[in-house]
């Protein structure tokens, strides 16, 4: 009997896109008639042995909503290990959206594939654009033992081992396998021999020369949207005739990692840690962050709406005695994980499915508000009706794990133009008042015997308030009241000034330059703020800069408007330049279009960042917009952003950037990186930090020690060839071209960001908690009678299920404010409540929950499977995270 020299795993799959330069719904379409037809090959034969359909449950759901006559048979295929499915519920990017939600998308495709049999045992990875550092750590969590991945490695990481441990910040790791050929080397397998000579071999021989270690080859045997090959089997046979040197197996991806790891795990001594973004063997698209800017601006938004607001206040009214929505949450959320998958929230799709995916945001987005709502109004009206107090209740709700002192935006309806907030003992609360209208009362209409009749409605006023919130009880509330009459507030007028200041920072307006100072410190950066405007002639995958372009630089400002309050000041400017209004005038330096950009500053008392906010009406097509920022480091070696549950370290330049064309990188290793929440540098004595509202794209220039946030890009295409960055075909597809005018963003578009400066080293656990005082974790509900349409709820009459409530509540606090909450929900089984809490300091941290109203604290894993009891404080190692259920 031969001895075969190398067993070659063949893998039979489809890369399932759910949406891309085709529609969500055209996906469906192909997705039912190949899952009938794969259905029905797996049936009739049982020599072939499995099919993996991309790791992702959402096909099997979609699948089911059309044939909900087929469940028995899908169900019987993956118990028996012939469809393997899960473990997420779609293929989510992992750079670009909160990693809460890249967690919770496994928490679905695991809990639902689990219900239909199986959930595959691999962290699946084919295609995304980059890997988050957390993806081993997060896998170790849900109990899935192995992770298989293409993109991010550089071939000299491997050291000739496609197998290899990869591990995470926290020090958690999991096996993983590289996809170095991609997950298509297998696509037309054939045991033909002009194919066996000139392709099938040739493959075999390079992935021979890269598992030193092994003899057992991968041969992914798929590609995108492709039908089951129903020859297969045939065709595995018909290779081990011809082939003498292999055994191939028609094998799944787990049996693959199973047997290698077993077998030879001994001498996969290659360990890689953090996160994978090299683009040397596979395109990662860096600068897809800043693609689509409205789309990535928009699921920023929904996330933290949803998992900062939305989830800890129904915990908080479930307490009280609520219904908390699961199946409300389960619509939205399981449409948030389509905007997720890679090509979804990467912005590189055709105009109409990106259109869907906004609508869809949109869509998630009015369930979040009308839950909120809900919530806020019962909670509201039991309180007001146990208080004998005659004024309007204005209730502010924290949803935070400690008590919250600081400001909160909000908004109060009042007969007349002047009131007061006050607390229940009477004192005033201060605030100031942003913009004050009059608003038309209209008319009523009135059914009487003779008909109907209209009556005129008295008017009334709406003002945005900033109150000055002192202590609000940790995930609860407190009540304050609205007292008319008397005016206990400080208008936000206009100044003559050319500074506005807190008690922190300065920041004025001179020469038509604007400066920054750090009170304490006396550090101030002058010239701190311009723009760079340039020609992207890319694609929407790719940023690409244009040979011979100029770059325009707006760096001189004129003064709009400076206005002040008691404890908030803003200053308003306008930088404007005149550009190209395309790539044909790009190319002939004409400039006949204006870049206007408005930008407002704004300062809180106690606030150590300012509040900056850019408006642009953007009428060029073709061009990139960044905002510079001047640090006042000494040197910018590297950049810090946070990532999951800590801080990332990044260097500022690429070795292999110089001669990266020689070394075969697939595009340029430029060192533009993404964001999470926020990004930073630091020399040791300072510290420079921004804090972003889904801006996910930044560079650090080590030449002017300027930090680079890219707004927005404006491309007309949704593929290229032949990209300066890039070269060779254009992603995606190639043989194609997909015009793509929305994606230029010819619209009003609006930046939010804080930038925060401090005379220290820089502190991990500091910009967390400016990131959470920055981003709200909070919300104010007035009961009212004057205006019902400030909430799109608000007009119709809801079930009051509460009768009664205290005017100030707290479910829940912890005890050390270097130990952070992110998220707070009901748990999956609806069996108490989870609440994930990390450490992101360089030391173990240790604290304690403090609650008059949980008497049973049980640790579990991310799949929320319980591991032990909690008797004392929690403990959380360094750059590391805890789940405890509360009950």
């Known amino acids: 009997m031969t001895i075969k020299e190398k067993k070659v795993y063949v893998v039979a799959h489809s890369h399932w896109d759910r949406e891309w330069y085709f529609t969500l719904e055209d996906s469906n379409l192909l997705l039912v008639e190949n899952m009938d037809y ?19 449950m959402s096909v099997i759901q979609e699948y089911l909503k059309i044939r909900p006559e087929q469940r028995s048979r899908i169900e019987n295929l993956i118990q028996q290990r012939r469809i393997y499915v899960g473990p997420w519920y779609t293929q989510t990017d992992s750079l670009l959206v909160n990693t ?15 219900q239909m049999g199986h959930r595959m045992n691999i962290g699946y990875l084919p295609d995304i654009f980059g890997q988050n550092s957390y993806l081993p750590s997060i896998f170790q969590g849900f109990e899935i033992d192995y992770s298989i991945l293409q993109r991010g490695i550089h071939e000299d990481e491997l050291n000739n081992d496609l197998n290899f441990v990869w591990k995470s910040p926290d020090g958690k790791s999991v096996k993983a396998n590289n996809l170095f050929l991609g997950y298509g080397p297998g696509k037309f397998l054939s045991a033909d021999e002009p194919y066996f000579r000139e392709h099938l071999s040739p493959i075999l ?78 395109r990662i698209h860096n600068t897809i962050r800043s693609q689509r800017y409205d789309v990535k601006q928009l699921n920023h938004a929904v996330e933290n709406k949803m998992l900062y607001v939305l989830e800890p206040l129904m915990v908080i009214a479930q307490s009280l005695g609520l219904t908390y929505r699961q199946t409300w949450l389960d619509h939205a959320w399981k449409q948030l994980f389509d905007v997720h998958a890679h090509d979804s929230i990467g912005g590189c799709n055709s105009d109409a499915t990106n259109d869907e995916i906004l609508g869809r945001l949109h869509r998630v987005d009015h ?16 309180i007001a009706n146990k208080s004998d107090e005659p004024n309007s209740p204005l209730v502010v709700f924290n949803t935070r794990p400690y008590l919250y002192s600081g400001s909160i935006d909000a908004v109060v309806f009042t007969n007349g133009s002047d009131f007061s907030i006050q607390q229940a003992d009477g004192s005033d609360v201060p605030f100031d008042i942003e913009h004050q209208s009059y608003v038309s009362g209209g008319k009523k209409i009135a059914v009487t015997a003779d008909g109907e009749s209209e009556i005129e409605l008295p ?40 500074a506005i200041s807190n008690n922190v920072l300065r920041v004025c307006f001179e020469n038509g330059r604007l400066c920054v100072e750090h009170v304490h410190s006396g550090t101030v950066i002058h010239d701190f703020l311009s723009f760079e405007n340039q020609a992207d ?41 005149l550009i190209p209004k395309d790539l044909v005038e790009r190319k002939e330096n004409v400039s006949s279009v204006e870049l206007d950009v408005i930008t407002t500053l704004e300062l809180r008392e106690n606030e150590s960042f300012v509040r900056i906010t850019h408006e642009i009406e953007n009428c060029a097509k073709d061009h990139r917009v960044r905002v510079l920022l001047k640090t006042p480091t000494r040197h910018v070696k590297e950049s810090y952003a946070d990532q999951a549950f ?28 993404p964001l999470e929440n926020f990004a930073a540098v630091s020399d040791g004595d300072t510290t420079f930090a921004v804090i972003t509202r889904g801006i996910k794209e930044y560079e650090v220039l080590p030449d002017t020690r300027e930090f680079a946030l890219t707004l927005y890009r404006s491309v007309g295409l949704l593929g290229r060839d032949d990209l300066l960055w890039r070269p060779g075909r254009a992603s995606g597809i190639n043989n194609l071209v997909v015009h793509t005018p929305d994606a230029q963003l010819q619209k009003s578009l609006t930046f939010e960001y804080a930038m925060y400066v401090e005379d220290t080293d820089l502190q991990p656990a500091t910009l967390f908690r400016l990131t959470d005082m920055y981003r709200k974790r909070d919300t104010a509900y007035q009961l009212q ?17 509460i009768q009664e409530l205290s005017s100030d509540y707290s479910l829940f606090t912890i005890d050390n404010d270097e130990v952070f909450m992110s998220i707070c929900k009901q748990a999956y089984d609806q069996d108490g409540v989870v609440v994930r809490f990390f450490n992101p300091t360089d030391a173990l941290q240790s604290f304690s929950v403090k609650s008059e109203f949980f008497s049973r604290i049980i640790q579990t894993n991310l799949y929320e499977r319980e591991l032990e009891a909690v008797h004392r404080a929690v403990s959380i190692p360094s750059k590391g995270y805890v789940t405890i259920k509360m009950s």
């Open 38 to 56: 794969l259905i029905d090959v797996l049936e009739q034969d049982e020599s072939f042995e499995s099919y993996t359909f991309d790791g992702q």
């Open 100 to 114: 809460e939600s890249v967690i919770r998308n496994l928490l679905y495709g695991t809990r639902l594939a689990t």
């Open 205 to 282: 021989e390079k992935l021979v020369k890269l598992n030193k270690s092994t003899n057992h080859l991968l041969l992914p045997s798929g590609g995108d949207q492709v039908l089951v090959r129903r020859q297969f089997p045939a065709v595995v046979e018909d290779l081990n005739e011809i082939d003498p040197s292999s055994e191939y197996v028609l094998s799944n991806y787990e049996s693959f990692m199973e047997d290698t790891w077993k077998e030879n795990g001994h001498l996969f001594t290659t360990e890689i840690e953090g996160e994978l973004i090299t683009p040397q063997k596979s």
């Open 367 to 382: 369930i979040i508000d009308g839950l909120i709502n809900i919530a806020k109004k019962q909670l509201t009206w039991a």
């Open 459 to 498: 008017g009334y006023y709406r003002t945005s308030v900033v109150l000055q919130a002192e202590a609000v009880p940790a995930m609860g509330y407190s009540t304050y009241h609205i007292v008319e009459g008397v005016s206990a507030a400080a208008l936000l007028v206009d100044s003559k000034e050319n």
């Open 537 to 577: 002639a890319g694609d929407s995958y790719d940023f690409s800069p244009l040979p011979g372009d100029t770059v325009r630089y707006l760096r001189d400002a004129e003064m709009l408007a400076v206005e002040k309050a008691d404890h908030l000041q803003r200053m308003t400017v306008k930088h404007r330049c």
């Open 646 to 673: 800590s801080i990332i370290r990044r260097t500022t330049t690429n070795p292999h950037l110089e001669n990266w064309r020689d070394q075969g990188f697939a595009e340029a290793p430029v060192p533009i990186y």
């Open 785 to 801: 009678t004057l205006n019902t349409f400030e909430e799109r709820l608000e007009r119709f009459e809801i079930p009051k299920p």
